[in-house]
């Protein structure tokens, strides 16, 4: 029986992807070898990864001064390794806190050196996206996560990149959701496992500008040393890497992020509709900063809560659960959903 | 066809792991979702790696001091790691040098503080293990390689640990191959990509003793951090820990250490038998510090070269090319080949 999964993440893939996948365990490429027990150096896998950045490229309309990593460690490594690349010891840099993963990078870039919080949405229970953030010139680049998973906002604007302030942008859950502009950031990064692949690697745009600021770095953690090597400064994570590529070309293929941005904002506006049109959902977001990934809201009467929860494991819909942090309900509508998930959730809740 | 690989990694898993995990990609545990899309949170995911965590102790018979982690970045990650966490300003760590890993190994230390190199076989091309290695009373601790896969040696006996001296192992290319005494080492890490799974995670077994050595480091590098959260810190490489479950699953299944290392011995001593009878094969290493993992050797004689490559080409081995910084040839003889692979590449040898 097939599950309507709204997993946070690691989350929903392609349906085609894992029987690729699947296969490739088994008999990759038909080499009578497995994906797994070929070599990093092989041509059979420089083929994959060459593949992967080649999609990243065409999807994202990346210009060829930006170089592509696939990195391990995910975004909470990034936090780090993004301030020890960029941030000098006498610079500041200013982060947009508007939920646990801006914190969490933060506290790591505070490892680094001095960290401002130039706007935050704290006080409000992380419910909104801060607008007309002043940058003041002191700040040498600004932080900020362009979805947050937890609370369901989400970026629909951007803060502007100047000659002196670099943008550094953590996209890990909507990255290949819709239409951004790359030069607009100078590094982005992302865990894999919403929108490009499995957990196991960190997917990293970065402007070739920025590399280099720091120096004499511990090797695994020096964008620059990961340039030169083509990402194959070690054994890179070849599986997840390969079903990125997989998951990449699927999206390529069923018309790239203007077919899938389109889907995207139907699913979405579909959901919270019924949310809105409902009478005992209240949606977590402020309206015009909600995320098209991850619908948040809460059910308050115990009883149509009980129905719900009901309703929903019979029509086998699993990972809707709101993340421990913050309780309630988490709908998350990452690219390989269907609409006829979605439509299922909104039978349910029109149905109450 | 079958093909015989004797690559050094990402190298050879058996043939059941992979039945098991390509089954696991289309539906896990009968759960009707892939090993791909589950959360590291569900139940389903903690079973599997709680269950790699205790094949590791029964496996290695680790005693409860010991914390057992799956971190992600590789071996090269610990070259940082390790020293970032053992080694303090004032003090000195020693490197035994015994090749291209040990090296960047200590590279890696340099950038923390003092390090010697308290021996070395570079003056002989890394072809042997140093013998006699005097520690001196200002090491805190001591690092090495315990296997050697691109010379192709190995340690068979270790530095002894003091009490006022740490012992370090890199262990990517040997754990799991042989008994060790898991009280004689107070940090042990390993990549999963020979023995143990694919890559894509790294073991760390560490002594609760050295945790906390220095502090404030950055979340990701801290072990006491990986520790605390029973190494879900962050999304942690789910498929590479599910496959290495699997893959130590197996070993336990078929003897566990006392019987694979029974067998190893025996797939060495024929293969290094067959060089040494043989009149135009070349063994690379000093004999008693042969490996038993990665058996390197040379052919002088273009005529034999040339038959010998067809041969192998014909009998469908593959990855027995010599690593790229050394030539000749590599045979890696990890847990998962089998007997029979030996066999034939040992009927060439013996036939030309």
Known sequence: MTKHNFGAGPCILPKEVLKLA??????FNEIDLSILEISHRSQDFINVIEKAKKLV????????????????????????????????KDQTAGYINTGSWSKKALLEAKKIGNVEIIASSEEKGFSFIPRNINISDKISYVHFTSNNTIYGTQFHSYPKRSKNCFIVSDMSSDIFSKKINISDFDIIYAGAQKNIGPAGTTLVIIN????????????????????????????????????????????????????????????????????????????????????????????????????????????????????????GYRASLYNALEIDSVNVLVDIIKSL
Request: glycine share 6%; aromatic share 8%; with cysteine.
């Open 22 to 27: 699947s296969e490739s365990i088994i008999n």
């Open 57 to 88: 490229i065409d999807l994202l309309n990346v210009p060829n001064n930006y170089s592509i990593l696939f990195l391990q460690g995910g975004a909470s490594l990034q936090f780090f390794m993004s301030a020890l690349n960029l941030l000098k």
């Open 208 to 327: 070739n500008e920025v590399l280099n600021i720091n120096s004499n770095l511990p090797s695994m953690l020096d964008y620059s040393v990961h340039v030169d090597k083509s990402s194959m400064f070690n054994t890179p994570p070849v599986f997840s890497i390969y079903v990125s590529m997989l998951t990449l070309q699927w999206l390529k293929k069923m018309g790239g992020i203007n077919k899938i941005e389109k889907i995207n904002d139907n699913k979405s506006r579909i959901l919270y509709d019924a949310i809105d049109e409902s009478n005992y959902l209240k949606g977590y977001a402020n309206k015009a900063d909600r995320s098209k990934m991850n619908v948040t809201f809460t059910i308050e009467n115990d009883n149509k809560k009980k129905k719900f929860d009901e309703m929903c494991q019979h029509k086998s819909i699993v990972g809707i659960k709101g993340h421990r942090s913050v309780g």
